[in-house]
């Protein structure tokens, strides 16, 4: 950290010379305001005016212009003013230009003092110093994954409110096997962020996990308050699959692994849900490449879209089979949410997707609401779920919405490119 406070004070240099400066020019300005109040002649101008004046008004006199009475008033007022403009021009007399000299060093260090104590309090230096030691142990030839994490752990005891330290230990305790210290490393972060849903959610995963794949009391109130805060949570949905898929409940477990790629943007999170889907779909007896992607249309969750969407033959050359393809039912004004969501690959296409109350991202937004929807499928090369430059779309508009089973497949081709 040594280089981290030198760059500080370099910093510092401009901002001490600035107040240096004046100190520099002190002699300099008082010698020039003593020589100006020296050759002042302000106070001569303004006696010699008042003598040309009085002059003037006795001449008004003597010719009979005035009496005497309003000769002692012009008078009067004359001297007033004299004494008026005498007054203003007195000045308190010079001090030395070394007075004062002592408040810089004060000034000085004030700054410097309060620069460092805000950095204590609003800086990263204890995210440098974890910087450092990632970089310390990847140029290590004995570097390794133990070390890293003896280094983490110990500036965990240094630094213990910091977030970053817990976060970056969480994921390498999971993947070295040890349960325990993830799960403490994650609530550790939890204590320190805040109970968000993403965090919630990876608790209520590593606990799922470490208890045999069983939603125990403890996790099922992790999900509980997970879905409470974002029912469209794709870790839970996620973990909720799966214990469906261990219960033989391979509907459920579609359903939720679904819902949950909707919202998914990791590519390799969405192959491993796709697989597992498709293997749901075998166990029904579903042939995967011609089953649906969505809700399965007898048990569709309330009124819904049925789409089949393709794509251009034209454009098949610009974009990967694995890039994710998103379809997506919006209200016509604009103005709500996304109404439903799915997602599948340029791979499966042509594919038939179904869209109901199931796909929707919150409860406050679906389908339901609406008795026709925009639907605009998005293929993304990169998986986000913005819209990027290059990504191909089709969309098609005053979509009716009704019973998925009593209504005929509306086509959308994907034709066209961001531009």
Known sequence: MTSLWIAFAVLLLPAIWLLILPLRQARALHDAQRDYEANDTTAEQNVAIYKRRLASLEAAKERGDIDEERFAEDRLELERSLLEDTTTVKRRPLKTYTSGRFVVPLVLLAVVGTSVVWYQFNGAEGDLVLLQ??????????????????????????????????????????????????????????????????????????RFFMEGRELTPEVQGLVDETLEQDPRQPTVLGLLGIHAFDAGEYETAIDRWRRAMANIEDPDTADSLREGIRVAQQRLGVDPDEAPIGQPMDEAQGPGIRVDVSLDEALTNRVSPQATVFVTARDLAGEMPPLAIAQAQVSDLPATFVLDASNAMSPEASLDEVNEARLMVRVSPSGQAT??????????????????????????????VFE
Do not use: C, H
Request: charged share 25%.
């Open 133 to 206: 030691t990632q970089r310390e142990v990847q140029n290590d030839p004995e570097g390794s994954l133990s070390m890293y994490l003896d280094r983490l752990e110990e500036q965990a005891v240094l630094q213990p409110d910091n977030p970053n330290v817990w976060s970056e230990l969480f994921p390498l305790y999971r993947q070295t096997g040890q349960a325990e210290k993830a799960v403490d490393a994650l609530e550790r972060l939890i204590a320190i962020e805040g109970r968000d849903a993403p965090l919630l959610a990876q608790l209520a995963q590593l």
């Open 387 to 416: 819209p990027q430059p290059g990504d191909l779309f089709g969309a098609l508009d005053n979509v009716s919405v009704g019973p998925v089973n009593d209504t005929e497949a509306v086509n959308v081709l994907i034709d066209s």
